[in-house]
């Protein structure tokens, strides 16, 4: 299994990415959101074209491969490739890539949808004046057909995908249009929870999981940097609140870190 992840992992991106549009307003603060295993219930889904695109490629046992797919998560696919098979060919990596992005969209968008929580969350969050952004590693276009389809762009001031950067690109954008707001990124994995971490001033908050063979708990994603964290996204309004509400943190690095569980 792959080892920790960081920011540092990300694979390069086109060299004149398109900036981030302007959100319409900021009043309280920028909340932005990873798309899969966040707010589109995929993640098993995904896991699993993983698993066999990885199979194929690679000859990796399937169930081996997902495990280590989702060991990796929030890194681009093309990311979690180099570090999971470093000495295969760089061709070899591309091209199971681009079969994975394709079968992500007929495979898994097709079939996925938001999680049950996720409309009212988000519309709590906006009639409190929280300016609302989406961040993914997949195409933008992809993502925003997706949240189309399932009457959740209207939420959203920007959909922010790979043309626009990486998703810690997205986060020093807005931190720095916007240095004196309260920003925070919501997502599923470690990735996120440490990419959260590098950016001063930015909150963490973390969804947890639990799918067949694999959990990872709320006090997995504590552990790595989120302010709060918990299996449904439900008391994600009143979280924030909370979170504003308390004093300054000090600036002392946190406990040691966790592993999630593969069973």
């Given at each position: 299994?792959?080892?920790a992840?960081s920011?540092?992992?990300e694979?390069?991106?086109?060299?004149s990415?398109?900036?981030?549009?302007?959100?319409?307003?900021?009043?309280?603060?920028?909340v932005i959101f990873?798309?899969?295993?966040?707010?589109?219930?995929?993640?098993?889904?995904?896991?699993?074209?993983?698993?066999?695109v990885?199979?194929?490629?690679f000859?990796?046992?399937p169930?081996?491969?997902?495990i280590?797919?989702?060991?990796t998560?929030?890194?681009?696919?093309?990311?979690?490739?180099a570090q999971?098979?470093?000495?295969a060919?760089?061709?070899?990596?591309?091209?199971?890539?681009?079969?994975f992005?394709?079968?992500?969209v007929?495979?898994?968008?097709?079939?996925?949808?938001p999680?049950?929580?996720?409309?009212?969350?988000?519309?709590r969050?906006?009639?409190?004046?929280?300016?609302?952004?989406?961040?993914?590693g997949?195409?933008?276009?992809?993502a925003?057909?997706?949240?189309?389809?399932?009457?959740?762009?209207?939420w959203?001031?920007a959909v922010?995908?790979?043309?626009?950067?990486?998703?810690?690109?997205?986060?020093?954008?807005?931190?720095?249009?916007?240095?004196?707001?309260?920003?925070?990124?919501v997502?599923?994995?470690r990735f996120d929870?440490e990419?959260?971490?590098s950016?001063?001033?930015?909150?963490?908050?973390g969804?947890?999981?639990?799918?067949?063979?694999?959990?990872?708990?709320?006090g997995?994603?504590?552990?790595?940097?989120a302010?709060?964290?918990?299996?449904?996204?439900?008391?994600l309004?009143?979280?924030?609140?909370?979170?504003?509400?308390?004093p300054?943190?000090?600036?002392?690095?946190r406990?040691s870190?966790r592993t999630?569980?593969a069973?």
């Amino acid at each position: 299994m792959a080892g920790a992840t960081s920011h540092h992992s990300e694979v390069a991106r086109p060299a004149s990415p398109r900036p981030p549009p302007d959100p319409v307003r900021v009043e309280r603060g920028v909340v932005i959101f990873d798309l899969d295993g966040t707010l589109l219930d995929d993640l098993s889904l995904i896991s699993h074209v993983a698993a066999d695109v990885m199979h194929r490629a690679f000859g990796t046992p399937p169930e081996e491969a997902r495990i280590h797919y989702l060991a990796t998560t929030g890194l681009p696919f093309e990311a979690q490739l180099a570090q999971l098979f470093p000495t295969a060919a760089p061709e070899l990596r591309a091209a199971a890539a681009a079969t994975f992005h394709q079968r992500k969209v007929t495979e898994a968008y097709a079939h996925a949808g938001p999680f049950p929580e996720v409309p009212g969350m988000l519309k709590r969050l906006a009639q409190a004046r929280w300016t609302l952004v989406v961040s993914t590693g997949g195409e933008t276009e992809m993502a925003e057909l997706v949240l189309e389809r399932e009457g959740l762009r209207f939420w959203f001031e920007a959909v922010l995908g790979s043309h626009e950067g990486t998703k810690r690109e997205h986060l020093v954008e807005y931190r720095r249009r916007y240095p004196d707001v309260p920003l925070t990124l919501v997502g599923d994995s470690r990735f996120d929870m440490e990419t959260a971490q590098s950016i001063p001033g930015t909150v963490a908050i973390g969804r947890a999981s639990r799918l067949h063979g694999w959990t990872l708990t709320p006090g997995d994603l504590t552990q790595w940097g989120a302010a709060w964290a918990d299996y449904s996204l439900a008391g994600l309004p009143a979280a924030l609140e909370e979170i504003l509400a308390r004093p300054p943190r000090s600036s002392g690095r946190r406990k040691s870190r966790r592993t999630p569980t593969a069973r």
